[in-house]
């Protein structure tokens, strides 16, 4: 299918509020410059993402999907962030094999100190979803 | 041990535990209503345990039953049943102490569905269907035909590598092997994995827009424990009531991943699945990433963490950025 012409894809990010919503706000106040094709949940943990959140952003049309967190050792709840890459481990892997791109689902760790990391991830993540097709994945309304 | 002794010592086992008051109730298996089928039987009756079957049919998974049952239960279970319940012990939904389990080494169950395909005969045109070890033998009008046992097992039982229950307080049987030579016939997860992605994600497109959404795969599912599940929620409402294949897709895909590390593949998902829906490709594969990713089987241990409870300090990296 071809892109539309000025075609730019959404990405929903779920961002722990003790890391990665810190670095977000970091990258913003050190004017750091980064697509603005990001949407922010602010989740209490990335801990708290069921896989669901992020099937149920692609059925809404989100292109892609982001969840960060805490880097291992740093979480605010000790372990909410092995937990989450267990989970994001196994859902990337399943959801690609039932036919979703692996591109649309992503992790990262961003620290409280690391605005210029999330304003990298978010740049990357943007390129990348940029090279897939816009989601149609769950368009076909019969 | 054939299935009769086993049978009969089931029975008295049964019995010792009701009258010496060691369990309140006793889950196993009677003969069903319709022909070869086999049925759950709950009772607190001593005298009901002359009812309790082993033979080839007792498909259902009863480890499902022990979450809603209040007091200590004695449960027949076969291998990957008894797995189940480790599972459900790992998850604190039930006591170690409060369940009797009386274990049978499972050689593998017969699918009615295959018998019925292979001999194109519904299944009360047929006589007897009696296994002796590595064949099967039924009987049409009076004359026994002969097959090797690896047409007619259940898949999932044509992949088990985990017969023998690995919890028990009671051994009904000797320990047994898995089958050799096995054949799996419809996961194709192998073939799927060969397709490109649109063809995949095309392929599960059709298979659910089938699904009904009649939520049998779950209710049979002892992994599915949840006293509310995320279909039934309504703030936020996360799939809509209507089977529509979006929806439909995104519960079994978010079911599957909710049961990761405590599904077992007994295979009760597709076998109750009324749109032949093959469910099984589904679990297998989570089944398998499990493995792969953590080294984890469901149910093997009940003193271990629950998979997506435990961790390590590193593992499973490569994808994060």
Redesign the interface.
């Known amino acids: 299918m071809k892109q539309e012409l000025g075609w730019e894809p959404k990405l929903l990010g779920f961002l722990c509020r003790w890391c990665s919503y810190a670095g977000a706000d970091l990258a913003g106040i050190s004017r750091k410059k980064y697509p603005a094709n990001i949407e922010v949940i602010r989740v209490p943990c990335s801990g708290r993402v069921d896989p669901l959140f992020i099937i149920k952003a692609l059925r809404l049309g989100f292109d892609g999907v982001l969840v960060s967190g805490c880097y291992p050792g740093d979480c605010h709840y000790q372990t909410g962030n092995y937990r989450a890459r267990r989970r994001m481990a196994i859902t990337k892997k399943f959801l690609e094999y039932i036919g979703i791109e692996p591109q649309r689902i992503q992790a990262s760790w961003v620290s409280a100190s690391e605005g210029g990391k999330f304003a990298e991830v978010v740049t990357a993540v943007t390129k990348e979803l940029k090279e897939i097709e816009h989601n149609q994945l769950f368009a076909d309304e019969k | 041990m054939k299935n009769n002794e086993i049978q009969q010592r089931l029975r008295q086992e049964a019995k010792t535990l009701l009258e010496q008051g060691q369990v309140e109730y006793i889950v196993g298996y009677e003969t069903g209503s319709l022909k070869f089928t086999t049925t759950p039987l709950l009772t607190k009756n001593k005298d009901d345990t002359d009812r309790l079957i082993v033979n080839p049919f007792i498909v259902n998974n009863l480890s499902v039953y022990l979450t809603e049952i209040k007091g200590k239960v004695g449960i027949v279970a076969k291998g990957c049943d008894s797995r189940s319940v480790v599972s459900l012990i790992q998850d604190n939904k039930i006591a170690r102490e409060d369940i009797v389990i009386m274990g049978i080494p499972c050689p593998g169950l017969i699918d009615l569905k295959k018998v019925e395909l292979l001999l194109s005969k519904d299944r009360d045109e047929l006589g007897n269907i009696t296994r002796d070890e590595d064949r099967v033998v039924i009987t049409i009008d009076g004359k026994g035909r002969d097959f090797p046992i690896t047409e007619v097992l259940f898949d999932n039982c044509l992949e088990c590598q985990i017969p023998t229950p690995q919890e028990y307080d009671i051994l009904l049987g000797e320990p047994t092997t898995p089958i050799s030579g096995n054949v799996s016939k419809r996961t194709n997860i192998k073939e ?2 060969a397709t490109p ?9 059709e298979e659910f ?1 089938r699904c009904i959404r009649c939520y049998a795969c779950r209710n049979v599912c002892p992994a599915c424990f949840c006293q509310r599940c ?1 279909v039934e929620e309504s703030e936020p409402q ?1 799939i809509l009531p209507t089977p ?3 929806d439909n ?2 519960f079994q ?2 079911r ?2 909710h049961v ?1 590390g405590r599904c077992t593949d007994c295979g009760e998902c597709e076998r109750v699945c009324p749109m032949n829906i093959p469910l099984r490709s ?1 679990t297998r ?2 089944y398998e ?2 493995d792969e ?2 080294q984890y089987k469901a149910g093997m241990d009940k003193n271990a963490l629950p ?5 390590e ?5 490569d ?3």
């Open positions: 799927l994995e992605r649109e063809e995949r994600w095309n392929f599960w497109k827009s995320f996360w529509k294949w979006q897709l995104i895909v978010i599957n991943i990761a589904l594969k989570m990433i499990v990713l953590f998979l997506l409870t435990a961790y300090p590193t593992e499973a990296e994808f994060i950025r």
